[in-house]
């Protein structure tokens, strides 16, 4: 029998999620698992990085990449040698007081990897490639696009002093963190060219999965990037959302039917299958299901948070409600 191919977009902790879940799914699915992640980041250690030296920002295609990494103990090690963040030399704040600024203060080394594989070998899909081949990883990871992107916004009230104002904001991060309320989000370059190889893995599909996520930062970039949102559309997978615990920063005042009625707005043209929520969560779900059902799918309630009470899918839990989902056509 051949693999299930999957494929999940998104970008940072939500990506990580999803993935650690596919890989809980594998004792009782022969899965073949591609992450497409978005390259839009502009902070942290993978914004200084684009903007002194160029390229992809690495920091959501590391995250992605250790979270395929393998349980052999050599891989594991190396993981962990990707997730190290430099500290200030000294102890001390980056830059010191007065004196020059360390460099290496805040980035992750694999972060710096990405970056000098990229350059070494001139092309960010075969550096990722090599990286996870470093990592035993069990499963490919892909740019959305071989390009970087901005994420701009047009946002209500992203002045507390003046809420009824629309403005636009600009970047990733301050998308990600605006107190306003996103009305529209678009992508610079407007049109971004879609990365080959993802579009060819979408093609090629069982399933493809959004979400969980930052809704505008890290799920819908990836519609609006033409080559890919018709890839999506034309694909014959079966698509399958995963909604979030709680809203975000970004997507404060946004109900779960408002992000589903969001991914309509981006790529009227999606169909989705199923729709799998935190049975706790879910504080309507007839609301939900209706806004499901207008995409064409099934609502499926399922205990998928860690048990502490903190808003974070646990990846046991949330890869046990995939099992019977993905491997449904089996």
């Known amino acids: 029998m051949t693999p299930t191919r999957v494929v999940a977009f998104g970008g940072g902790h939500g990506l990580s999620a999803s993935l650690r879940a596919l890989r809980h799914c594998v004792p009782g699915l022969d899965l073949d698992i591609t992450a497409v992640v978005t390259v839009g980041d502009d902070g942290g250690s993978s914004g200084r990085l684009r903007a002194e030296r160029g390229g992809l920002p690495p920091g959501d295609l590391r995250q992605a ?16 040698l990707f997730q190290h963040r430099f500290a200030a030399a000294g102890g001390g704040a980056a830059g010191g007081d007065g004196g020059a600024a360390d460099s290496l203060a805040g980035h992750a080394v694999g972060n710096l990897l990405l970056h000098g594989l990229t350059e070494l070998l001139g092309d960010p899909v075969v550096a990722l490639d090599h990286a996870g081949a470093m990592l035993g990883a069990v499963g490919r990871v892909l740019p959305m696009s071989r390009q970087p ?18 403005r636009t904001v600009r970047g990733q991060h ?11 989000l678009r992508l610079t370059p407007a049109a971004p060219a879609a990365c080959a190889e993802a579009v060819a893995a979408v093609g090629a599909a069982d399933w493809l999965i959004f979400g969980p996520g930052s809704w505008y930062t890290s799920v819908l970039p990836h519609l609006l990037v ?43 043209e999606l169909k989705v299958d199923m729709v799998l929520a935190d049975s706790k969560a879910v504080a309507d779900p007839v609301a939900v299901e ?4 207008s995409l064409g799918a099934r609502l499926v309630l399922a205990p998928v948070a860690v048990t502490d009470g903190t808003p974070r899918h646990d990846p046991a839990a949330l890869g046990a409600a995939l099992v019977p989902v993905l491997g449904a056509d089996r």
């Open 65 to 80: 990449l250790v979270a395929l990494a393998g349980d052999h103990p050599a891989t594991r090690r190396s993981a962990a």
């Open 174 to 184: 301050q998308v990600a963190v605006t107190s306003g309320t996103v009305e529209s």
């Open 149 to 166: 992107v901005g994420i701009e916004a047009r946002v209500r009230g992203a002045d507390p002093g003046r809420p009824d104002e629309v």
């Open 290 to 293: 209706r806004a499901a059902e």
């Open 226 to 268: 033409p080559g890919l949102a018709d890839a999506i559309v034309s694909s014959p997978a079966r698509r399958l959302v995963t909604l979030n615990l709680v809203a975000e920063k970004e997507t404060l005042g946004l109900s779960l039917p408002d992000h589903l009625d969001t991914l309509r707005r981006y790529l009227p």
